[in-house]
């Protein structure tokens, strides 16, 4: 049963990823052309379909848990909050997904990553994951009065779950866990870099 699953599993995986990769080749493509051809007030509005895409489907994994959950519906609300911070943010974590993409697609589809991939994806966080995380925070931030005047996303009681969710405190909740969690996750990565590019090119 096991050898049946395995190769449906590597299709599966290398499938996903490429597909992912595809989405945020999309987002960076249309977040530079629009810059150049209208400004950054149209970012948004060009790049929102690939971008809605790539965090939903990113939102399958579950180490994104919440905060991937809370990110999504966070970029529905850019057309109203801060242009020029998207602008950035959009940017800053298309290279890493794509990179981050390219590279498990590699390994689910020829078993291994280009040493130069490898490296890319254990040395670009270095930089992109603090200015990343940054941007992100603020987009957050900003989005805050925007989410807690809307509305948007909660759910009211009564209603037929008898439950109910306030997507304004969740906004806050990530941002509380993005405090202690990125220095953690920054040393987290930091190990892994030793590790990876410290083994022999052939593994």
């Not at 060009?46 to 959950?69: D, F, N, R, S």
């Amino acid at each position: 049963m096991a050898t049946l699953f395995s190769p449906l599993r590597r299709l599966y995986l290398t499938l996903y990823n490429f597909t992912v990769l595809f989405g945020w080749l999309q987002v960076l493509y249309l977040v530079l052309k629009t810059l150049k051809e209208l400004g950054h007030e149209h970012v948004y509005t060009a790049a929102e379909k690939p971008l809605l895409y790539a965090q939903t489907a990113a939102a399958l994994e579950i180490l994104h848990g919440l905060v991937g959950l809370v990110r999504s519906p966070i970029t529905a609300t850019l057309p109203q909050i801060g242009s020029r911070l998207f602008l950035v943010w959009g940017i800053l974590w298309s290279f890493p997904e794509i990179i981050r993409y390219s590279f498990f697609g590699f390994k689910e589809a020829f078993g291994s990553a280009p040493s130069w991939l490898l490296w890319l994806r254990y040395s670009t966080f270095l930089i992109l994951y603090p200015t990343g995380i940054s941007s992100e925070v603020g987009l957050i931030y900003i989005a805050l009065p925007f989410i807690k005047a809307s509305e948007k996303y909660c759910i009211r009681m009564p209603n037929t779950w008898n439950s109910s969710f306030d997507y304004f405190y969740a906004a806050i909740l990530v941002l509380g866990i993005y405090v202690p969690g990125s220095p953690h996750m920054y040393k987290y990565m930091l190990v892994q870099r030793k590790k990876a590019l410290s083994k022999p090119k052939s593994e």
